[in-house]
C-alpha cells in the first residue's frame, strides 16, 4: 500500500492500493467514528462495485443506503443535487454521518458539493473509479455542479476525509475512459515532472497498466504539491490548467456530448504548445497524446473557440490567465488580455 498525506487546510491521506477497495471499510474506520453513511454513483458504476463496497462497510460495522443517478456530464446538475439533498435528508444523515462518492469525476463533483452544502458541510469520503478521477478531481477539495451558464460554475472547496484509489478497477474501464486519463497524467509530466512525462511516452494504451500503480502516486503527488501551496487556485494551481483553456472551450463548443474532458485537453495542450513552445516539444506532445489514441487538434475553428476562453474560469476581468511549457516538465503561468490571447491563438 503506498498513502500520500495531503497537508491542506483540513488534512487526508489517499491510498493507493490494489483490492482496497475490499478494504474501504476499515480504511474509513479509521478516520470517522461514524456508523452511517450514503454512497453516491451512477448507473454504471453501482452495479459494478456499490455491493463490494456496502459489503465491506458491513464487516466494519458500518451501514450505508445507496443512491444512484443517470452516468453522465448530464447528471451534474442542480435537479441532481436537489434529489441528493432530499435522499439524505430521508436516510436521516447528521452531521457526524458522512457520504461516499463511488464513481468518476461527475459523482466526485457533486458528491463533495453535496458533503460541502448539505448541513452547513459533513465529511466525505472519495473513491475513484476512473483513472481521471484517481489523478485528478477526486485530491485537491474542488467540487461543484453545472448550470446552464457553464460547467463547473458553482462549487466550493471541500477537501475529502479520505481517497482510496483501487487501481484494480481500472482494469475494467473501457479504452476510450483510460485515454481520458492519461491526457491528465501526460498534462502532469509537462508541467512538473519530464521524468514522468518520459515513462507515460515509453509505454501506450496496451502497455501503461504495467506502470500504473507508480503512475497514479506520482501525479497525485504532484497534484498534492501544487495544492499545498496554493489551495484555493489563486497562483500556482493554475497550473494544472495546462490543456484546459482550449480544452474546456473545445468541450463547450462540443456541448459537452460527443468530446471528453481528456480529449479536449490533449487537444488543448497540443494547440497550446504549437502556439508556444519550441517545435521539438510540440512534436514529442504530439506524439505522446497519439500514443494513447487522444486528439492533438480539433475541426473547431478558433475563433468559435475563442469565445468560450473568454468565459473561462481562469479569467479575471479582461484579462486571462494560460499555461505553457516551453520545456518538457516545466509549466509556468501567462497573464494577458483576452485580445492578445486570441491573437497568439489565431496566429
Ligand atoms: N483539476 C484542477 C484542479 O484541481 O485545480
Redesign the pocket.
Known sequence: MKKISVKTSKPYEVVIERGSLTRAGELISAVTTSKKCVIISDDIVAPLYAEELASSLSRSGISSSLFVFPNGEQSKSLSTLGQIYDFLCSKKLTRSDFIIALGGGVVGDITGFAAASYLRGLDFVQIPTTLLAQV??SV?G?TAIDIPGGKNLVGAFKQPALVICDSDILKSLPTETLADGMAESIKYGMIKDSRLFDLIASHDLSTIDQVMDHLVYTCIDI?RDV?ENDEF?RGE?ML??FGHTLGHAIEGWHNYTDYTHGMGVAAGMCMMSAKTAPEEVTERLKKCVEAYGLPTSTEAPMAELLPFCATDKKCDSDSINYIVCEEIGCGQIRKTSVARFGALMEG
Do not use: A, H, I, T
Open positions: 485528478d478531481s485537491g474542488k497534484k495544492v487556485d494551481r494544472l490548467n
